[in-house]
């Protein structure tokens, strides 16, 4: 008797990718700049937004989507910075984001009103590395507390992204770490990869990352 396998995964990603174009073209449509935000946990990845939506908030109209495996902690953070309503997306156990999850939350944001969307993804440099949200980009934060060879160790997730947050550099002068060649590491996997240098704690570096978030909102607009 012949064997049937079906190939459950590829046809998820399929659905996914269909998805992901339908929301894409949706941003795309109402003017709206989308980042996928992805790191490991305790990257600073939420202070960097909760500052971001404290200085440009307003200026640049941001909505934010977050997810977690467990409790809505991070948009709970958050929603203190805005007067948006921030989406939480809690995945139950699943490792991270998927287009149909953002499909929803969109149904919930007011995009006319709306010229940014950060995704903070759930932490983890793995799983969402292959899931295309449609977004325009995503964004790895890590921190100088994880090493140099994070890059490496991670590849997938450096290769897809088109930007890095090196955080927590005010931590340098009590840590051996290496940022030129942290920087080298991820650029052995990606050379087009941008970095920014920030504290997300002390505001180090983020005059830098908000010009390019004003910019960037600036070129999708016209």
Partial sequence: MAVRTIEV?????????????EVRRRLEHAGV???????????????LLE?????????????????????????????RHTTRLVQAVVTG?????????????????????TRLLFIENVGNLVCPAGWDLGEMAKLVVFSVTEGEDKPLKYPKMFRMASYAVLN???LLPHLDFDVELAIANAREINPALRFFR??????????????????SVAQAVG
Avoid: Y
């Fill in 9 to 21: 995964r590829e046809r998820v990603m399929a659905r996914n990718d269909l998805l992901a174009t």
């Fill in 33 to 47: 700049l989308a980042f996928n935000l992805v790191s490991s946990p305790g990257s600073g990845k939420t202070l």
């Fill in 51 to 79: 500052r971001t939506l404290a200085a440009l908030g307003e200026e640049l109209d941001i909505a934010v989507v977050t997810g977690d495996v467990q409790t809505q902690n991070d948009a709970d953070r958050l929603a």
């Fill in 93 to 113: 156990g699943a490792c991270h984001l998927d287009a149909s999850q953002i499909t929803e939350a969109l149904n919930q944001i007011d995009l006319e009103r």
């Fill in 168 to 170: 927590k550099i005010d």
């Fill in 198 to 215: 920030t504290s997300a704690r002390t505001g180090e570096g983020l005059p830098e990352w908000f010009d390019f978030l004003k910019s």
